[in-house]
């Protein structure tokens, strides 16, 4: 019986059945396509969230991506069945697959206490690589070459069904050399610890990158390690370009040598000596499967698959067969969400971060997942998924955490299940020894996080559900006495950007988590100005400051005592772009246009409000003292986008954060346009000031990276602005980047803007 009477909810000829997923482009629905005679189909649509779907050029790149992807038409690349647009929503809908990432199955191989045998393992890759190579050979309609390289190979962009066959994934960040551009800017897409030495260093790529992704997938799936992952993003490009893998055989004697050789030319540095294509690798492998007398192909990879997972892919082919016949309950509806990826890098604390590779558990969630968003722009700008969910591309450069430089970390770690719970997206808690059971008393393990590759594929794994248990009570939250407080006060800064009385409420729940932590009073304020922060921090007047990218160089610079403790994440990443608005109406269609315009910017010492779109200005030729024409210092990045659209500027300079966010605080976002990405910056650096003792600086440091929303705070994002969904480990090494930019910059001066400047752009606030 369904929950609701509700009428079904209709995009095009498809019946949306429940939300999957929203990443950070578009968001995933299980859909029912009704088609004539009765006849009837499971379908996933991939629609552009709505904040998006008023971007000229993301609609143009988002309809090329498909129309590209749509003439693969290969047994081992997922199927695209048809483009479509209502209302001005544009959709695609796809396949519905029915099976397991390599990844779920790594994970599932080692709850029966085994790993992928290696004739698995090279049947996956056998299948994978004529897939990529029926990619890498497309062509357009006259014949000439696109040169689809996909960029994002990995083992979550794997999926093996039922019947033994193997399907390529998402080729949401695959570029062709005709007709589809770089997603953003020309920074590097993909995940860092499939990447390859050419992808790292920037250069110019081609489907070799795909065949060094694909033998590290291979590497890793013989090993049950990882080969190149690491702490830090600079680590792991590191040691993709410098570290010469050992042979898989090191790890695991049942690799035969002959195999290992193949392994190993995929993945040589020097990419002339690699496989020149993924078919001459395909061959290689089989022709060293053969030598060895290894079984391989569909018959092995789907009695394995049954082996580990046949009776949950049972129950769920049940759901969803049910799913044909009529509508599904709530709690139907949230077993078919299905979760993959890697673990955020402030999972663990710092005693336990070296050395480990976790694979966190997940539990049920109070959702209701029948419910869906207007069809149309949603209020907030943004796509959301069922209530106490929320997605992120787990394997997303920002999201990869991992072993010591010196050694691979070993694939699989057991989660307890009573102690932690984690949603899709959330940083994983910290993580116990002891193995769960499910409702059959068998062992379950699943990786945290959700790709949009997996989803897009709907392979929807089960859960327990706990809902009511004394677990589910816990996870539920209870009335907790306030700690009692003891001891000096730890004072926190906050730099403005957005109005004080709007922070202080965000921030609160930080308060109260670090106080519980703690046990010490921990006072924080809004500074009135970036320079008051970055002075008060400098000063002592503040034991910790949580500074904006520029403001953290600008401090650094003038007082290198001042400690990196780590950065805030906001949505899960620890990165944003810088943006160049302009108003939907406006008559400005490019860069030129704005010449002798005026720019509403935030603070004289802001990173993306005020020196990336003048540091980008100077890059496209222009000088930017003379280029604009006047300035309106807004304050803060909400009242930026205020004064754009009541007309006091012609453009706007924010960052992407608060951009998705404004029309939460009633920013009509719909009237606003990108214009231009300006820069790419680390977020808000927290930082230590000089005279902070030591042992005061670690404990802050072990509980920011411990923090997580749901378990600490009650909350899935703390703020609607700051939207912070944990701390990750900072690297001054990721500010290097802006801080050449602002050496080579005259726009801004060495030394932070006087207090006078400060006390100016006071003007603008509300």
């Known amino acids: 019986m369904s929950d609701t009477n509700t009428a079904p909810v209709m995009l095009g000829k498809y019946e949306l059945v429940t939300k999957l997923a929203t990443g950070g482009m578009a968001e995933l629905f299980l859909a029912r396509e009704r088609g004539l005679a009765g006849l009837e189909r499971l379908v996933v649509i991939k629609r552009i969230l709505p904040h998006l779907a ?233 022709q060293a499967a053969r030598a060895s007398g290894l079984a391989f192909g569909e018959d092995v990879l789907a009695e394995f698959l049954e082996k580990i997972a046949g009776e949950e892919l049972a129950e769920r082919q049940a759901t969803m067969h049910d799913a044909l016949e009529r509508s599904l309950t709530s709690n139907e509806k949230r077993n078919l969400i299905h979760v993959t990826g890697s673990d955020s890098r402030s999972a663990v604390s710092g005693s336990q971060r070296q050395g480990q590779d976790h694979i966190a558990t997940v539990v049920d969630r109070p959702a209701d997942s029948g419910s869906f968003p207007e069809l149309r722009r949603s209020p907030s700008g943004s796509g959301s998924l069922p209530s106490g969910v929320r997605a992120f591309d787990a394997g997303d450069s920002h999201s990869q955490s991992g072993s010591h430089p010196s050694a691979q970390s070993d694939l699989r770690t057991t989660a307890t299940m009573d102690e932690q719970s ?141 400690r990196l403790l780590a950065i805030r994440q906001f949505g899960g990443s620890t990165s944003s772009d810088a943006l160049l608005l302009t108003r939907m109406d406006s008559q400005v269609s490019s860069l030129a246009d704005l010449e002798g315009k005026t720019f509403c910017f935030t603070d004289r010492n802001s990173t993306t409000g005020n020196f990336l779109p003048r540091a980008y200005l100077k890059r496209q030729g222009h000088n930017p003292g003379e280029f604009i024409g006047e300035v309106v210092w807004s304050g ?31 920013v009509p976002v719909g009237k606003i346009r990108q214009l231009a990405i300006t820069g790419h910056v680390p977020q808000d650096s927290v930082v230590a000031a000089p005279d902070t003792p030591d042992s005061v600086a670690k404990d802050l440091e072990r509980v920011l990276l411990d923090f997580d929303p749901k378990e600490d705070a009650g909350v899935e994002t703390v703020g609607e602005i700051l939207q912070i969904t944990g701390f990750s480990d900072g690297s001054d090494e990721a500010f290097d980047d802006l801080r050449d930019a602002v050496e080579n910059n005259d726009e801004l001066p060495e030394r932070l803007a006087p207090k006078e400047d400060g006390a100016q752009a006071e003007k603008g606030k509300d």
Not at 479 to 493: H, M, T
Not at 643 to 650: E, R, S
Request: proline share 6%; with cysteine.
């Open 54 to 286: 008023d971007d000229p050029s993301f609609i143009d790149m988002f309809l090329r991506e498909a129309r590209i992807i749509a003439r693969l038409n290969h047994p081992n690349v997922v199927q695209i069945f048809e483009l479509g647009e209502e209302n001005g929503d544009y959709y695609i809908a796809m396949e519905y697959i029915h099976g397991s990432t390599v990844r779920e199955m790594q994970v599932l191989a080692e709850r029966d206490g085994t790993s992928l045998p290696v004739q698995v393992a090279l049947s996956v890759v056998d299948q994978a690589c004529r897939g990529l190579h029926a990619a890498h050979e497309l062509r357009d309609l006259e014949g000439s070459p696109l040169e689809l390289i996909h960029r994002d190979v990995s083992p979550h962009n794997l999926m093996c069904t039922t019947e033994g066959f193997v399907k390529v994934l998402d080729f949401g960040v695959a570029k062709a050399s005709q007709g589809v551009e770089a997603t953003h800017s020309g920074h590097l897409k993909g995940k860092f610890a499939y990447m390859s030495p050419e992808q790292c260093k920037g250069l110019k790529l081609d489907r070799r990158a795909d065949i060094f992704a694909l033998g590290i997938v291979l590497w890793e799936a013989l090993t049950d390690r990882r080969l190149f992952k690491r702490e830090k993003d600079l680590d792991m490009m590191r040691a993709v370009v410098q570290e010469q893998p050992e042979p898989p055989s090191t790890y695991n004697p049942a690799v035969p040598d002959v195999v290992d050789r193949v392994v190993l030319k995929a993945l040589v540095k020097d990419r002339d000596q690699r496989y020149q294509t993924a078919e001459q690798m395909r061959r290689a492998l089989i």
């Open 636 to 666: 803060n990045h909400l009242q930026a986008l205020r004064d754009l659209v009541a007309q006091k500027c012609d453009a706007a300079a924010t960052y992407s954060g608060s951009f998705l966010t404004a029309g939460k605080f009633g």
């Open 422 to 562: 984690i949603d899709m997206g959330a940083p994983p808690p910290n993580i116990g020894g002891r193995a769960a059971d499910d409702s059959n008393g068998k062992t379950l393990a699943l990786i945290a996080g959700v790709t949009v590759a997996s989803v897009i594929a709907a392979a929807f794994f089960f859960w327990p559900q706990i809902k009511g248990s004394e677990l589910g009570q816990k996870l539920l939250g209870e009335e907790k006495a306030s700690p009692i407080l003891i001891g000096d006060p730890i004072r926190v800064g906050w730099a403005p950007i957005a109005t004080p009385d709007v922070l202080e409420k965000e921030i609160q729940p930080i308060q109260a988590y670090m106080e519980k932590e703690l046990g010490r009073p921990v006072p924080m304020e809004v500074t009135s100005s970036y320079e008051e922060l970055s002075k008060g921090v400098r000063n002592g007047d503040y034991d910790i400051a949580i500074l904006p990218p520029l403001l953290y160089v600008q401090t650094k610079k003038a007082e290198p005592k001042i």
